[in-house]
């Protein structure tokens, strides 16, 4: 990535596995990474636990893709550039990570037996 002529290396993990390594080879010295997005959920939020269940992997990876594939070629892709999405912040939600919006629109992590 380049930030305004100053390159930056991004790196991005699927999985706490592949975030392991990469945090491994960074503290080995064979990456230089300034940022580590880690995904936990095999293929990012798209595959998790909010997510239909599936067991087999190739389903999982099979739907990842459809998902991604319809969502390149939507003409609205980001939440935030939604007309809806700001007109119910600039009403209701008055504004981002704010009081209201956080207690409305943020959840805490349950633990369920599957």
């Known amino acids: 990535m380049d930030l305004d ?6 790196a991005v993990a699927h999985g706490l ?7 491994d080879k960074i503290k080995a010295g064979e990456a230089d990474y300034a ?9 990012g939020c798209i595959g998790g636990g909010g997510q239909p ?3 087999k992997k190739e389903t999982r990876m099979a739907r990842i893709k459809a998902i991604y594939e319809v969502d390149v070629n939507m003409p609205l892709r980001k939440s935030h550039d939604n ?3 700001q ?3 600039k ?14 629109l943020h959840t805490h992590y ?5």
């Open 91 to 104: 009403d209701f939600l008055k504004e981002p990570l704010g009081e209201k919006s956080h207690h409305l």
């Open 87 to 89: 007109q119910l912040y």
């Open 17 to 23: 596995g592949n975030a392991r390594k990469v945090m």
């Open 53 to 55: 269940y599936v067991t």
């Open 110 to 114: 349950q633990k369920r037996g599957l």
């Open 35 to 43: 940022f580590v997005e880690v995904m936990a959920c095999p293929g």
């Open 5 to 10: 002529g100053l390159p930056v290396k991004v």
């Open 83 to 85: 007309p809806a999405v």
